[in-house]
């Protein structure tokens, strides 16, 4: 923290992440567009921060639809894949009538633990709403325990990315 004669100034948020292993190792997002509506807001016109996790489970579904993932022949094939660990900066609030994109990448997987990056960010990328991670985990639906190993299908398309 550096600080001027009597006017101290807090590190910017680069400066704040020291882990360097939770930088995903792929530029490759997938971007989502979303729009807020008023039923996503608060009565001073300001996003609910649970919506922001709606958008990023709805980024997250998408990308994996859109490498030939349906999710609900993941579910039908016995497989869930809920959230185990999260974790989210928020960074400014987005508000009614505004438009974003939630941006999600894979960033890696350990044995049935895949972690996602996630950025919501502006259309013109200048304003930072919100970043975070999300790690999901494999679970057999009919056992309810974890999967020794995600399902080949998926692991075949999780490679893709």
């Given at each position: 923290m550096t600080t001027t004669e009597n006017n101290p100034q807090l590190p910017p948020t680069t400066d704040i992440e020291v882990d360097h292993s939770?930088?995903?190792?792929?530029?490759?997002?997938?971007?989502y567009p979303i729009k807020v509506y008023p039923h996503?807001?608060?009565?001073?016109?300001?996003?609910?921060?649970?919506?922001y996790l709606r958008w990023m489970e709805e980024a997250r579904i998408e990308y994996i639809r859109s490498i030939g993932i349906?999710?609900?022949?993941?579910?039908?094939?016995?497989?869930?894949?809920?959230?185990?660990?999260l974790n989210l900066r928020y960074?400014?609030?987005?508000?009614?009538?505004?438009?974003?994109i939630?941006?999600?990448?894979?960033?890696e997987i350990e044995g049935v633990r895949i972690h996602w990056d996630y950025e919501i960010v502006s259309f013109s990328s200048q304003t930072l709403y919100l970043s975070g991670r999300v790690t999901l985990v494999g679970i057999d639906r009919e056992k309810?325990?974890?999967?020794?190993?995600?399902?080949?299908?998926l692991q075949k398309a999780l490679v893709k990315l």
């Open positions: 939770l930088r995903a190792t792929t530029e490759k997002w997938y971007e996503h807001t608060d009565y001073g016109g300001v996003v609910w921060h649970g919506n349906e999710y609900a022949d993941l579910v039908e094939a016995g497989c869930d894949l809920p959230v185990i660990e960074h400014q609030s987005l508000t009614m009538g505004e438009k974003a939630v941006k999600t990448r894979m960033n309810g325990k974890i999967m020794r190993k995600l399902p080949p299908v």
